[in-house]
């Protein structure tokens, strides 16, 4: 079985100042991690993702999250807030089960980026 | 070059019809999956083919959904009698291959309404 949380459904920054967006996973093995960003009327794109190899890992549009195992987290970071960056984001957990990818998405975080 | 299609981009229906939402993926991708997102959630995983068969349908929510990938390719999400439940936007996604870490590339997604 596995899940992804995403513990804030809205977050609010202002234009220039950091970004963080949490999600924590659970998963019985181990797996890949994934960052999507959908703006509005448009398909979701992928940001970024974790693999098992470095655990920092680094997108598009400056942002980067970092893969704790021991907190079972990959948050997603930017240093500097960027109105094109209000979107809604979402958290994946990727595994293969019985020989096949299984995909569970969060159910997202809203963005907002004050002027 | 081309990503994901899908067509149509919106669909209204009565209660009770029947619908087919059409998927083309990436040429060469050999994974496909269906999504549906409802408002204000996260996209929910419904079938996921390789090839021409469907690995994994436990997402399918009852008999009324079906979906095929007759060639390989082009796929379609059948949705019979339809209820206003089912209203959603779904969406469809393709991947080079099978394992943990491929990226999905999504499609815009087809918004259907039930009246």
């Known amino acids: 079985a596995q899940s992804v949380t995403q513990l804030d459904s809205h977050v609010s920054v202002s234009e220039g100042t950091p970004v963080l967006l949490r999600c924590n996973y659970s998963?019985?093995?181990?797996?890949?991690l994934f960052w999507y960003v959908q703006h509005p009327n448009k398909g979701l794109q992928l940001l970024l993702k974790?693999?098992?190899?470095?655990?920092l890992v680094k997108g598009i549009n400056g942002f980067e999250a970092e893969f704790k195992k021991s907190e079972t987290s990959f948050h997603l970071t930017k240093p500097s807030a960027h109105m094109s960056d209000a979107a809604e984001y979402f958290c994946?957990?990727?595994?293969?089960?019985?020989?096949?990818?299984?995909?569970?998405f969060g159910t997202g975080t809203k963005l907002q980026v004050i002027p | 070059g081309a990503g994901v299609s899908q067509t149509p981009s919106n669909k209204v229906t009565e209660k009770g019809k029947y619908v087919e939402l059409r998927c083309d993926p990436i040429?060469?991708?050999?994974?496909l999956y269906w999504y549906r997102q409802s408002l204000g959630q996260g996209p929910e995983f419904l079938i996921y083919?390789?090839?021409?068969?469907?690995?994994?349908d436990s997402g399918l929510p009852n008999d009324r959904f079906f979906a095929v990938r007759p060639e390989g390719s082009v796929s379609t999400l059948k949705i019979q009698r339809t209820e206003r439940g089912d209203s959603a936007v779904y969406l469809c996604?393709?991947?080079?291959?099978?394992?943990?870490?491929?990226?999905?590339?999504f499609g815009p997604g087809t918004r259907l309404l039930v009246l």
């Open positions: 996604a393709s991947s080079k291959g099978q394992g943990a870490w491929e990226t999905q590339y």
């Open positions: 998963s019985s093995y181990s797996p890949s």
């Open positions: 974790y693999t098992s190899a470095a655990t």
């Open positions: 994946v957990v990727s595994t293969i089960s019985g020989g096949y990818q299984k995909v569970t």
């Open positions: 040429s060469g991708h050999t994974a």
């Open positions: 083919f390789q090839g021409t068969g469907a690995a994994d």
